[in-house]
């Protein structure tokens, strides 16, 4: 052999190869090393740009700066969540969409995180961590960016539709016209039912963009928490952890008061606002029901501040440098001599092995059972609250969209002051994993006990007439939109909901009330008189206000729901340490 060719040797018989003299056995394919523990030098420790590790980029690749960046992301991925069930009501106005399909809108999001957690965890983990959320977040954004698709493709239509007209009553209504009838003979479709259907079609089009971006927005976040705090969890002494996770949760209150602030300025301008000037936007008060806010531009904002979140984790190392520190000190400080065989790349079979192998180890585990089931009873409270509390508050004590988002906001403070008590009393006295049980146990029992106590408050039904309640001098068990005081009006089977109070009883519309009078005001508003369902009554605009009781329970209702929130993020934190703790002890 050519001497050049021959590796050249120190006087130890091993080869220098910066940090780490080697030495190949001849009895094995195994490597001997001596590495020194010099971590600043080590590229998978330091803060990169693909090849490039500027010196003042490594000054945020601490902890403090991670938690910072990952508060953010969270608190981004919360504001996205609230903005959504902040403006459910107002896609189901525009898309004519029932309460099933927003329905599945709002947990669709969180069954793509169910779905995906479990594979997304297990092979993020032994991945690269910081770029696996980072992937994510992209992808949330990218989900944010669809839901806008619907308002790019809708055209602009006035509020009632093309030939918007009052829905007024009309003696000669009913009668068929000369287009129908001709329609029926040849056998064509009339053009109202086409309408209708070609609006059917735009729906099911634009719940398919909605559905497709909350589908990419679920995948999307599933990695930030549970890759997010076991990052953290591997940079701090685990004591310090609690206080860490309760700096994350103030993500959740955070957010949501930003996104319900931001659906009640963003609601307040007209949808179209990007495409007519503010001289034509439609003449009516932002309270009637016509009235389409720009729901539109919250998605423009979700979509943006997660996309610049996702930046700073694709240049955070692999493992974290404490980490690295901690093993380092626990083995020899200066020298470490050991045995490492090639690293051989697992199979595809494998792989579902291993994942199969620790689902086995969690489901037949009873103690992990019971912190899943408690986790999730907590995760549901909070997910329900943000995605129902507005239509809650609006459907079942008769608030308005405004109303119901400044209750919202005025709840969360609390929420944040609870976090931080929770995260300050387990870091203060150094609790463990056992003594972090019985402190979330204690926090979590009163909140159950408000939840409870809630499902007895509430207001009771409105009187509509038609729907709850029979018109006036109508039979006591025929409830129908149709009566005698309003037959011969002509009303639509489809119509649009403007609602009039009458001696404290609801009218669906103007033309289902017999009116057949309309005066406009100068502040645009519509006054409606001569209503044949009840000539001597007073009309009013709008459906009927509410009583004091409903009033009172509307109140006792946002204290218990302060109470059981409250609470129970007191132990959101020990919940997360009970889960880190445990874990490490089965694996």
């Given at each position: 052999?050519?001497?050049d060719s021959?590796?050249?040797?120190?006087?130890?018989?091993?080869?220098?190869?910066g940090?780490v003299?080697r030495?190949?056995?001849t009895?094995?394919?195994?490597v001997?090393?001596?590495?020194?523990?010099d971590d600043?030098?080590?590229?998978?420790?330091?803060?990169?740009?693909d090849?490039?590790?500027?010196?003042?980029?490594q000054?945020?690749?601490?902890?403090?700066?991670?938690?910072?960046?990952?508060?953010?992301?969270?608190?981004?991925?919360?504001?996205?969540s609230?903005?959504?069930?902040?403006?459910?009501?107002?896609?189901?106005?525009?898309?004519?969409m029932?309460?099933?399909?927003s329905?599945?809108?709002?947990?669709?999001?969180?069954m793509?995180?169910?779905?995906?957690?479990i594979f997304?965890t297990?092979?993020?983990?032994?991945?690269?961590r910081?770029?696996?959320?980072?992937?994510?977040?992209?992808?949330?954004?990218?989900?944010?960016?669809?839901?806008?698709?619907?308002?790019?493709?809708?055209?602009y239509?006035?509020?009632?539709g093309?030939?918007?007209?009052?829905?007024?009553c009309?003696?000669?209504?009913?009668?068929p016209?000369?287009?129908?009838?001709?329609?029926?003979y040849?056998?064509?479709?009339?053009?109202?039912?086409m309408?209708?259907?070609e609006g059917?079609?735009?729906?099911?089009?634009n719940?398919?963009?909605?559905?497709?971006?909350q589908?990419?927005?679920?995948?999307?976040n599933?990695?930030l928490k549970?890759?997010?705090?076991?990052?953290i969890?591997d940079?701090v002494?685990?004591?310090?952890?609690?206080?860490?996770?309760?700096?994350?949760f103030?993500?959740?209150?955070?957010?949501a008061?930003?996104?319900y602030?931001?659906?009640?300025?963003?609601?307040?301008?007209?949808?179209?606002?990007d495409?007519?000037?503010?001289?034509?936007?439609?003449?009516i008060?932002?309270?009637?029901?016509?009235?389409?806010g720009?729901?539109?531009?919250?998605f423009?904002v979700a979509?943006?501040?997660?996309?610049?979140s996702?930046?700073p984790?694709?240049l955070?190392?692999?493992?974290?440098?404490?980490?690295?520190?901690?093993?380092?000190?626990?083995?020899?400080?200066?020298?470490?001599?050991?045995?490492v065989?090639?690293?051989?790349?697992?199979?595809?079979?494998?792989?579902?092995?291993?994942?199969?192998?620790?689902?086995?180890?969690?489901?037949?585990?009873p103690?992990?059972?019971?912190?899943?089931?408690s986790?999730?009873?907590?995760?549901?409270?909070?997910?329900?609250?943000g995605a129902?509390?507005?239509?809650?508050?609006v459907?079942?004590?008769?608030?308005?969209?405004s109303?119901?988002?400044?209750?919202?906001?005025?709840?969360?403070?609390v929420?944040?002051?609870?976090y931080?008590?929770?995260?300050?009393v387990?870091k203060?006295?150094?609790?463990n994993?056992?003594?972090?049980?019985?402190f979330?146990?204690?926090?979590?029992?009163?909140s159950?006990?408000m939840?409870?106590?809630?499902?007895?408050v509430?207001c009771?039904?409105s009187?509509?007439?038609?729907?709850?309640?029979?018109?006036?001098?109508?039979l006591p068990?025929?409830?129908?939109?149709?009566?005698?005081?309003?037959?011969?009006?002509?009303c639509?089977?489809i119509?649009n909901?403007?609602?009039?109070?009458?001696?404290?009883?609801?009218?669906?519309s103007?033309?289902?009330?017999?009116?057949t009078?309309?005066?406009?005001?100068?502040?645009?508003?519509?006054?409606y008189?001569?209503?044949?369902?009840?000539?001597?009554?007073?009309?009013?605009?709008?459906?009927?206000?509410?009583?004091?009781?409903c009033?009172?329970?509307?109140?006792?209702a946002?204290?218990?729901?302060?109470?059981?929130l409250?609470?129970?993020?007191?132990?959101r934190?020990?919940?997360i340490?009970?889960?880190?703790?445990?874990?490490?002890?089965?694996?």
């Amino acid at each position: 052999m050519d001497e050049d060719s021959k590796l050249k040797t120190n006087k130890d018989g091993v080869l220098p190869s910066g940090n780490v003299l080697r030495t190949v056995s001849t009895r094995s394919d195994a490597v001997l090393m001596k590495e020194k523990k010099d971590d600043d030098n080590d590229d998978d420790a330091k803060c990169v740009c693909d090849s490039c590790t500027p010196s003042w980029l490594q000054c945020f690749k601490g902890v403090k700066f991670f938690t910072f960046v990952t508060l953010f992301a969270l608190l981004s991925k919360v504001f996205a969540s609230t903005y959504f069930g902040a403006v459910v009501s107002t896609l189901e106005r525009q898309f004519n969409m029932d309460s099933v399909k927003s329905g599945v809108l709002l947990v669709i999001n969180d069954m793509m995180d169910f779905i995906f957690v479990i594979f997304i965890t297990h092979f993020g983990h032994s991945g690269h961590r910081p770029r696996w959320i980072a992937t994510g977040l992209f992808m949330a954004a990218m989900g944010c960016f669809l839901c806008i698709v619907p308002h790019i493709m809708t055209e602009y239509v006035p509020p009632g539709g093309k030939n918007a007209e009052p829905s007024l009553c009309s003696s000669n209504a009913g009668l068929p016209t000369k287009q129908n009838m001709t329609a029926m003979y040849e056998n064509e479709m009339p053009a109202g039912i086409m309408e209708e259907t070609e609006g059917l079609q735009s729906m099911w089009s634009n719940v398919f963009w909605l559905m497709l971006g909350q589908i990419l927005i679920g995948i999307g976040n599933t990695p930030l928490k549970p890759l997010g705090t076991t990052y953290i969890d591997d940079s701090v002494e685990d004591h310090k952890t609690g206080f860490y996770v309760a700096m994350l949760f103030l993500a959740t209150p955070i957010g949501a008061i930003i996104g319900y602030f931001t659906s009640f300025m963003s609601l307040r301008v007209y949808v179209d606002f990007d495409r007519i000037s503010m001289e034509e936007w439609p003449q009516i008060a932002q309270s009637d029901p016509r009235w389409i806010g720009a729901w539109w531009f919250g998605f423009a904002v979700a979509s943006a501040l997660l996309a610049v979140s996702a930046i700073p984790f694709l240049l955070f190392p692999k493992e974290p440098i404490e980490c690295r520190k901690k093993r380092t000190n626990s083995e020899a400080p200066a020298m470490d001599i050991r045995v490492v065989k090639p690293k051989r790349k697992k199979s595809v079979m494998e792989l579902i092995k291993g994942l199969l192998q620790a689902l086995k180890r969690m489901a037949t585990n009873p103690a992990m059972v019971f912190i899943c089931l408690s986790s999730s009873s907590g995760s549901a409270a909070y997910a329900v609250s943000g995605a129902f509390g507005i239509k809650y508050f609006v459907d079942e004590f008769g608030k308005s969209n405004s109303s119901a988002s400044l209750v919202g906001i005025a709840i969360l403070p609390v929420l944040i002051l609870a976090y931080l008590i929770g995260g300050y009393v387990i870091k203060r006295w150094k609790l463990n994993a056992k003594q972090c049980a019985l402190f979330g146990f204690f926090v979590d029992a009163p909140s159950c006990l408000m939840y409870f106590f809630l499902l007895f408050v509430g207001c009771p039904n409105s009187d509509v007439a038609g729907v709850t309640v029979p018109y006036t001098g109508g039979l006591p068990g025929n409830v129908s939109l149709i009566a005698e005081c309003n037959n011969q009006c002509g009303c639509p089977e489809i119509y649009n909901y403007e609602p009039l109070c009458i001696n404290n009883v609801t009218f669906m519309s103007p033309c289902h009330a017999g009116c057949t009078v309309m005066e406009k005001q100068q502040n645009s508003q519509k006054m409606y008189s001569n209503c044949t369902c009840d000539p001597d009554a007073l009309v009013q605009n709008g459906a009927c206000p509410v009583d004091d009781v409903c009033n009172t329970n509307f109140m006792l209702a946002v204290l218990l729901i302060i109470i059981a929130l409250g609470t129970s993020s007191l132990g959101r934190s020990a919940d997360i340490i009970v889960t880190l703790r445990y874990v490490g002890i089965i694996k």
